[in-house]
């Protein structure tokens, strides 16, 4: 992927176009800024150029507004990317629905999340749950008619994930906190993505041989370690194929950020 993208970005280049993306953040926590570090990591290498607007954990939402009204009409940003969860005193929805949709590349808008519900073409998916097609893609691994079950409901991940597999033609299960018997309905799917933010909570009990299983957790376990959701050690051994943490889907999102911060920037082009 990074190859293409790579080539991508110099035609773009060669037209006086570098695709920026910026990157806001509220205050100073440990995973939105080793994110950003790997971010800006991953841009510099393929000549994406990187904008961080930090704010104080404390600002007001009027500042958060301010920042995103300064990207909205800046030509020189084709992508925002805005680490979340917010502070509890900013309203999130109102926030992320500012956004210009053509600049929206990790799908927080209202705009982008109704093309993925609605079969439309207007802003992104969310990282994330295109990570998880992409990595399956590049695995050769199809998702029609096989059985995908998905644990997590989330706007992130968890919804948005399972309208793009039934795009696809999977039959999806989708379950949650409040889900009977779980573990017999994940032995039950021939694709299962963990998406609840609960260190190692899936172990062998949940598998069966011959899955594909998908990781989407980053969860640090009472060590300070960063994990999944599932129990890496235990579950490997049975199924066909796992994504590990770190290094999997988290490692697949920054990619995939960048490819839409490129197609933004493309699209900027041809509108031009
Ligand atoms: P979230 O908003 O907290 O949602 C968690 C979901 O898991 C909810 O739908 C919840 O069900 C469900 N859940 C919680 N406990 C459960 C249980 N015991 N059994 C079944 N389902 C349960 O979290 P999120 O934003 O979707 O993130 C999920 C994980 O993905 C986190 O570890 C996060 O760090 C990670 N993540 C990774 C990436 C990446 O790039 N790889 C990006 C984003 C997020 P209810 O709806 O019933 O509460």
Redesign the pocket.
């Given at each position: 992927m990074d190859v293409h993208l790579r080539d991508r970005v110099e035609t773009l280049r060669d037209r006086g176009i570098t695709p920026t993306l910026a990157v806001v953040r509220m205050g100073q926590r440990s995973?939105d800024l080793s994110y950003e570090r790997t971010a800006v990591k991953r841009a510099e290498s393929l000549g994406v150029a990187v904008r961080p607007y930090a704010l104080d954990a404390l600002a007001p939402q009027s500042a958060l507004e301010a920042t995103l009204h300064t990207i909205n009409h800046d030509a020189n940003v084709h992508g925002c990317l805005l680490f979340r969860p917010l502070p509890s005193f900013i309203d999130e929805a109102a926030v992320c629905d500012m956004l210009a949709p053509e600049k929206d590349v990790d799908g927080i808008t209202m705009t982008s999340l109704a093309s993925v519900f609605a079969d439309g073409v207007a802003g992104f998916p969310p990282?994330?749950a295109q990570?998880c097609l992409t990595m399956l893609d590049h695995y050769g691994i199809s998702v029609a008619e096989k059985h995908v079950v998905v644990?997590?409901?989330?706007l992130?991940?968890?919804k948005p994930v399972s309208m793009m597999m039934l795009k696809r033609n999977a039959s999806v299960t989708i379950?949650?906190?409040?889900?009977k018997n779980?573990a017999a309905l994940t032995r039950m799917a021939n694709i299962v993505i963990c998406?609840?933010?609960?260190p190692r909570?899936f172990g062998a009990a949940y598998f069966a041989p011959g899955q594909t299983v998908l990781d989407?957790?980053?969860?640090f376990d009472t060590h300070g370690k960063l994990c999944?959701?599932v129990d890496f050690e235990a579950v490997e051994p049975i199924v066909a194929a796992i994504t590990p943490v770190p290094g999997?889907?988290?490692s697949v999102?920054t990619s995939v950020t960048m490819e839409h911060t490129v197609r933004a920037a493309e699209k900027s082009l041809a509108a031009q």
């Open positions: 995973d990282c994330t990570a644990v997590g409901r989330s992130v991940i968890g379950c949650h906190s409040r889900t779980l998406a609840t933010g609960r909570a989407v957790g980053i969860n999944g959701d999997g889907i988290g999102t």
